[in-house]
C-alpha cells in the first residue's frame, strides 16, 4: 500500500520544503475525513484495501490543495473531491 505523502505533494504543487509540517497535517486530515465519512470504526488500511489506493490518494491531493490554496467551497470540497468521495464510499460499501 503506498499512500501519497506529503513529498510527493510538494513535488507535484512545487511547493517549498517548509511547507512539510502544513501539507502532512492536512493529509492526516484528508485521511481522517475520508476514513470517518466512510467508516466511522475503520482505519486508512481498511478503506484502501476495499475500495481503490488510486482513488483514494487522488481524493487526499483534491482536499490537501483546496485546503492549502483556500479554495474550499462555501458548501464544502469541490466537485472533483465530492465525486471521489462518493466513489470511495460506494466502493466500500459494494465491497
Same mark, same amino acid.
Given at each position: 500500500?503506498?499512500?501519497? *505523502?506529503?513529498? +510527493?505533494?510538494?513535488?507535484?504543487?512545487?511547493?517549498?520544503?517548509?511547507?512539510?509540517?502544513?501539507?502532512?497535517?492536512?493529509?492526516?486530515?484528508?485521511?481522517? @475525513?475520508? /476514513? !470517518? *465519512? +466512510?467508516?466511522?470504526?475503520? +482505519?486508512?488500511?481498511?478503506? /484502501?484495501?476495499? +475500495?481503490?489506493?488510486?482513488?483514494?490518494?487522488?481524493?487526499?491531493?483534491?482536499? /490537501?490543495? !483546496?485546503? @492549502?490554496?483556500?479554495? /474550499?467551497?462555501? !458548501?464544502?470540497?469541490?466537485?472533483?473531491?465530492?465525486?471521489?468521495?462518493? !466513489?470511495?464510499?460506494?466502493? @466500500?460499501?459494494?465491497?
Amino acid at each position: 500500500m503506498a499512500i501519497v *505523502t506529503a513529498d +510527493t505533494i510538494i513535488n507535484e504543487l512545487h511547493l517549498d520544503v517548509s511547507e512539510k509540517a502544513q501539507i502532512q497535517s492536512l493529509i492526516n486530515f484528508a485521511q481522517d @475525513y475520508i /476514513v !470517518s *465519512t +466512510t467508516d466511522k470504526g475503520g +482505519t486508512v488500511a481498511d478503506v /484502501v484495501v476495499k +475500495t481503490n489506493e488510486n482513488i483514494f490518494n487522488q481524493a487526499v491531493r483534491s482536499i /490537501v490543495s !483546496s485546503l @492549502y490554496f483556500g479554495n /474550499v467551497e462555501q !458548501s464544502g470540497f469541490g466537485i472533483q473531491s465530492m465525486v471521489l468521495l462518493n !466513489s470511495i464510499r460506494n466502493m @466500500y460499501k459494494g465491497a
